[in-house]
């Protein structure tokens, strides 16, 4: 059996050596950033990189070894770069965002609310704007959008979890396809309540509309009620509209205490859900690229090809600019096989250094970057 | 200015240095790992590790050094690692997953579909078990799993793309929840018809009723037809049992074919949709842990602390087993403020040396590891 702490004092030895010869080539990376700038050559030069990454896996002694040094090399070329941007970003790094102190309301600031009268996502925006607004509603998502990036609406207001009406990239693909902007964040507890007109009772409630969700959300109570038949409809809020319009004593509607005051229903009883953490996370989105000076997250957008590894580059830059990413997905671009688009979240605001730093290598290596907003996560 | 030939040189022979350190570091790995298989010791030391790149870190002249000593040095300890793990994964990684020739399916054979009659989920079971099954249909993502686990069918039919009754993550969730596993997967390309009462004709048509991706799917044909008025339904086969059921001439339903045929209705127009390469991924799920031998795409779900640099280093292990992952997505874990679970699907066989070194590495430093399932992709 071989000697562990032999071995072991070996490799410091060697690690040492490492960390030197690190050292020094940082320097000597410098020195070529240096003339890089003064000269305005581009940093990334990838032709290079990989025919200086075949030379190096050339002299490997085994096959496990050329890829680990791939994997070294790539690496080590990938922190030089990041050091030459970090030195040239400052003055490099563009984006179109301007900050503001806050978001100027008034009763002339016009807002449209994804989907009808009495939604969460309604509450959601009298929550974040107050009720003194302008508001208009609009049916789908794509429409949403359409009113504020032709200037019918100021803000626009989304929801972005938790929500059977779509998922978070159908409405990141339609920020980018209609260059609109996240601006806000609102989150809404979900307290479903049962409604049915007024005079009815509980116990003469025979059929329970709701959503899918809300059915789901409540099947609990619903167990515990078996002679109500719960009937599936397109929202909450237009079950309470149906129960309102059939005027029929044993409808019931699982739907928000707002869709009862504006229906005119009566609560028959609050709070029936069973998942007490359910929340939905809206954003509130704007045609202006605007960030609050308090904005605290960002999240962005970028192609990259399907090849082993990029993504895994693209996510050093989060890394060594000591950011935290909150949330990730990919999607196959439609009609390119080979090309993935991603969805990033990751905390920070536009205005600091390792941000840009981030950023700026990114735009600099993958096919395309989008920042889709920044703004304050709460 | 620098000489930028004799900066480039001095690099080059910096690096050279490097291979030779790392080529030696790994034989010294390799002693140790004879060491710790006959002893019977773990790969993984987190706690030394951290000393260690405490210790690295310190010798640093500057900030951005010690910050890429540290990268450098988690990089270099995650490949002895892998190495170590290769050594020994052959005989340790187990999985529950046994291999079978091809899917037994007979008359006999239970299939439970999501949603009812007539949906394009349907069409997808037929188009992957053929008609000669016995069939039943539920409600909801919740009673399809719930009826797979309690042994009421043999395999499910879900939805998991491209639909608005719910995201991937929810059907993901509730595999881990039920324990159910992904054993195939079958793409339907939409085409949206037209449906009516027989005997309508598409100029009375005056009330157009589909799920709301349906109308968004058909919208540029429902401008041209402006006496159309689009009206939301829970789904496309809904949307064809009301017209049928409502009995109206002017009513039409946006469906599939096979609508059509189950409810009677007349095909008054066919593929009305403006977007050609629409379609819908579905997945068939069982509760038996087995893959096809010709399998090629795994499914897997991993928890992770909310820490930098957590998931980059498990992306490492597909990177360093040359695997291609396809798609990759993250979500908080309910209650737990500080953890994510992610979900990656990958290229690859249960079979594969490489998918089980990953595999391994991955269980042996996330805090959990489960494989949904590994199918055959198409």
Redesign the interface.
């Known amino acids: ?2 000697d ?1 702490q032999q ?2 004092d ?2 410091d030895k ?6 030197d ?6 320097q ?2 410098k ?2 950033a ?2 890089k700038i ?1 000269t305005g050559k581009k940093v990334f030069d990838k032709e290079r990189e990989q025919e ?1 990454l075949r030379v ?1 896996k050339g ?3 085994n096959d ?2 050329s ?3 791939q ?3 790539t ?2 070329i990938s ?1 030089s770069r990041k ?1 030459q941007y ?1 030195l040239i970003s400052e003055g490099s790094f563009r984006h179109p965002f301007t900050e503001l102190q806050s978001l100027p309301v008034d009763q002339n600031t016009k807002v449209v609310c994804f989907g009808v009268r009495g939604s969460y996502t309604e509450q959601a925006m009298e929550e974040y704007f107050g009720s003194n607004i302008s508001r208009s509603y609009a ?2 998502f ?1 429409k949403v959008m359409q009113a504020i990036k032709e200037g019918e609406a100021d803000y626009g207001v989304l929801p972005i979890e938790n929500t ?5 990239s159908d409405i990141y693909d339609l920020l980018v396809e209609f260059d609109n902007s996240i601006i806000g964040e609102h989150v809404v507890k979900i307290q479903h309540a049962l409604l049915g007109l007024h005079g009815a009772e509980i116990n003469d409630i025979r059929t329970i509309y709701s959503h ?1 969700q809300g059915l ?1 959300q409540c099947s609990k109570y619903i167990e515990r009620h078996p002679l109500m038949k719960p009937v ?3 929202s909450t809020a ?1 079950s309470a509209k149906k129960v309102l319009e059939d005027k029929d004593m044993t409808q019931g509607a699982i739907a928000s205490k707002q869709a009862a005051a504006y229906y005119g229903l009566q609560i028959l009883e609050e709070a029936i859900n069973h998942e007490d ?1 359910n929340s939905t996370r809206f954003i509130i989105i704007s045609r202006d690229k605007k960030y609050r000076k308090d904005a605290n997250k960002i999240s962005i957008c970028f192609e990259l090809p ?1 090849e ?2 990029t ?2 580059n693209m ?2 830059h ?3 600019n ?11 671009l ?2 390119k096989v080979f090309e993935y688009r991603f969805f990033v979240d990751f905390e920070g605001n536009l205005n600091e250094a390792g941000v840009k730093n981030a950023l700026f290598g990114i735009q600099e290596e993958a096919m395309s970057l989008k920042i889709l907003g920044n703004y304050k996560s709460i």
Chains 1, 2 share one sequence.
């Open positions: 059996m071989i562990l071995s072991r070996e490799i060697v690690d040492k050596q490492i960390v010869l690190f050292e020094y080539r940082m000597l990376v020195d070529v240096e003339y003064q200086k190096l002299m490997a002694s496990y070894n890829h680990g040094i994997e070294l090399f690496q080590i922190m050091l970090g049916p789908s794509k059977s009406t779509g998922g978070i899918p789901m599936e409809c397109t237009d953490s399907h082993s590894g993504l895994y996510l050093s989060f890394i060594y000591n950011l935290n990413m909150t949330k990730i997905e990919s999607r196959p439609e009609g």
